[in-house]
């Protein structure tokens, strides 16, 4: 009975012993198949889950452009009908897209930012200009008659018109202009009225090969058609954003593009309103 007595503590402690061992390698493979950086399995249980959770809550979804423009869409509360361009153009492929929405019954406002990290529609972050830089802005209004939507778009007419005609391609010819130290090349598509200004002491060969540019996207390109008038007023000189603005009509109601720093990318801009 002694040797019974001392034999069954032993088994008991090896029992134990071995079952601990055991547990322990199994948990240890699991953990090494489901985070190995070289394996597709990361986020495929419920701890990697709840990670995923907690980065969501810290950081902003990163959307695509389209998700931001409907998130901007959603956000703006106007009686017009709100139109948006489908496609802005970034200075990099890394960077990300985000907007400042403001709203009235008549009138509406979108200021579109790029960021090097996503900051999310509206956020106060925008306001700061080491995270956000403005790159252009879409606004449409409403008026109480067609001819004040369509003095607001700034068309001129007869533009195909005048001496030193310039050739501009496509059978485009522009005409120039000066007068208050500045210099204009004018012509005319369709509906639309197009101009590029520059100053009276800068190479106006600025201004012909701006314009020449413009011509040449707008064969591969379509411009929203205007019902009834539009207006493109550009800048030769660089990064003049506040005098580049793209307008067109639609019965009472004016839309515009303005504020960019590179003509071409606002005419990119407002033609993908037509895509």
Known sequence: ?????????????????????????????????????????????????????????SKPMILTQKDVLETVKSKINSDIVVML????????????????????????????????????????????????????????????????????????????????????????????????GSTFLNWAEGRWSMSVRNTTNADQQDSIDLAKKVVAMLEKETLPAPHQVGGMKLEAMPNKADGNIISWQNDKTDYTVSNFKDPLDGVKITTSFTK
């Open 1 to 57: 009975m002694n040797a019974k007595f001392m034999i069954t503590p032993v088994v008991f402690s090896m029992l134990l012993l071995a079952s601990c061992g055991g547990s322990y390698s199994s948990n240890s493979s699991d953990s090494t198949n489901s985070y190995g950086s070289n394996n597709n399995n990361y986020g495929s249980t419920a701890n990697d889950s709840n990670k995923n959770d907690m980065r969501s809550d």
């Open 85 to 180: 361009p489908k496609d802005i153009p970034l200075s990099s492929d890394s960077h990300f897209l985000s907007a400042k929405t403001t709203d009235a019954p008549d009138a509406y406002q979108v200021i579109f930012y790029e960021t090097k990290n996503p900051i999310s529609v509206n956020s106060d972050d925008l306001k700061e200009a080491s995270k956000a830089t403005a790159i252009a802005t879409v606004s449409g209004k409403s008026y109480m008659t067609e001819q004040e939507a369509a003095d607001a778009t700034g068309h001129m007419d007869n533009v195909n018109t005048g001496m030193n005609g310039v050739d501009l391609g496509s059978n485009i010819t522009g005409y120039t202009d000066a007068g208050a």
